[in-house]
């Protein structure tokens, strides 16, 4: 694939093995199988000992899998990637794969409930350090930095607040400390459409490539994009030996399918979020709206250096009460009430009792998400008629 392509052509090109192959199928046909066969033991041997690239196994290596990393390394600007069966996948396996027991972590406050998790009560288990910081003054992470800082992580904008985090900022820190440092950044709310984080001087790009990549609600995966060197640690050792989050053949052609079309839907998620996030800003029962395209919004300017638009999320918080803001989500029509984001449909959840459970109360507080929090995933139908969904069930706070 020739590099000077547009990101629209890449989308739909890159990798595709269609044309030579397999009958001049246009669409990368599902390698729906778990085996492949040696032609000799010795053949075998040689693919174990890494002298031959044959595929061996699918937990390994699949060709349907292939396209959608080559596609991926590509729209992000990498060397590689790394299709898992998760964005936890994804997560854990990047983590597992840049730490050994005396290493410590660096990550934001505010992140996606179970990334949260899984550094304060999953890696705590097995002595990895994780400090946890508000990196929406990149400055802070200088105050934890050592020889053991083996990874700085976080999300921008991150889950469920939107809060925008500089990638090169963070990126420029770390490095200067020592280039070693893994930075990695879950772009999950982004997308390469939107930032390339790589490009900004991060290590590591990671995926729920179960939201907008995808786009459609059905298939849930993940992704690492990196240097090749680290995505083959990922693949060899971190997925093989220690996660195992292998993505099947099937899910790997829904996400080469829901790639076709990134662009033009996060064109319209993010067009639509900004109508609906006007319209929750004049509402007269919406205290605060949460969203990275308003000038006044904190970390606006650095959304708007490191972002090509402000994406398909807003949060907001109601002048009312948890159970009068509940019964008001209840009564929406359109909108459904439902975790996951990037969906066709728009989402609407309450991290609070949701995505972000795994916070107590006072970790809640830290890390800025209000408890009375609603977020959106503003879908794809026409603006008008989710506002509209919106008016008729918010008019009754007023
Ligand atoms: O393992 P998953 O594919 O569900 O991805 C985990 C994940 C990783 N990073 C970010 C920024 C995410 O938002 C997610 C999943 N978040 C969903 C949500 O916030 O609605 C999960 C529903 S509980």
């Avoid at 899984?118 to 990895?128: A, C, I, Q, R, W």
């Avoid at 992704?223 to 099947?248: N, P």
């Avoid at 977020?375 to 008629?385: M, N, Q, T, V, W």
């Amino acid at each position: 694939m020739k590099k000077d392509y547009g990101f629209a052509t890449k989308q739909i090109h890159t990798g595709s093995i269609s044309a030579q192959d397999n009958y001049g199928s246009m669409q990368v046909p599902i390698y729906q199988t778990a085996t492949y066969r040696f032609k000799t033991v010795q053949e075998g041997g040689a693919r174990f000992a890494g002298e031959d690239g044959g595929y061996i196994y699918t937990r390994l290596g699949n060709p349907t899998q292939a396209v959608l990393e080559a596609r991926m390394a590509d729209l992000e600007n990498g060397e590689a990637a790394l299709a898992l069966a998760s964005g936890m996948g994804a997560i854990t396996t990047a983590i597992w794969s840049a730490i050994d027991g005396e290493s410590e972590i660096i990550a934001d406050e505010t992140l996606y409930g179970c990334t949260f998790a899984y550094f304060v009560h999953g890696l705590s288990k097995f002595g990895v350090k994780v400090h946890m910081v508000d990196m929406a003054n990149p400055e802070n992470i200088k105050a934890h930095l050592n020889k053991k800082t083996a990874v700085v992580y976080l999300e921008s904008p991150c889950n469920p607040t939107l809060k925008i985090v500089d990638i090169a900022e963070v990126s420029r820190i770390a490095h200067e400390y020592n280039p070693d440092i893994k930075v990695m950044v879950d772009n999950t709310f982004a997308t390469p459409y939107l930032t390339r984080p790589l490009d900004l001087g991060a290590d590591v790009s990671l995926h729920s490539a179960t939201k907008y990549l995808n786009g459609h609600g059905d298939v849930i995966g993940g992704v690492i994009v990196a240097k090749k060197d680290f995505v083959e640690v990922c693949r060899l050792h971190g997925l093989k030996d220690l996660t195992g989050a292998v993505i099947g053949p099937f899910d790997a052609f829904l996400l080469l399918r829901g790639i076709q079309t990134l662009d033009i839907r996060m064109d319209k998620h993010s067009k639509n979020a900004k109508e609906i996030a006007e319209f929750l800003r004049d509402h007269p029962a919406i205290k605060t709206v949460y969203y990275p395209g308003f000038k006044d919004f904190p970390g606006h300017d650095t959304a708007a250096k490191q972002m090509d638009q402000f994406g398909g999320m807003i949060s907001f918080e109601t002048y009312k009460g948890r159970d009068e803001t509940a019964a008001a989500i209840n009564g929406l029509q359109l909108a459904t009430i439902a975790v996951s984001l990037g969906d066709t449909q728009t989402l609407v959840e309450h991290p609070a009792s949701m995505t972000h459970s795994a916070y107590t109360p006072e970790e809640l507080k830290a890390a800025g998400i209000p408890e009375s929090l609603v977020r959106i995933s503003a879908g794809l139908e026409d603006a008008k008629d989710i506002i509209a969904d919106f008016k008729q069930a918010f008019d009754k706070l007023i």
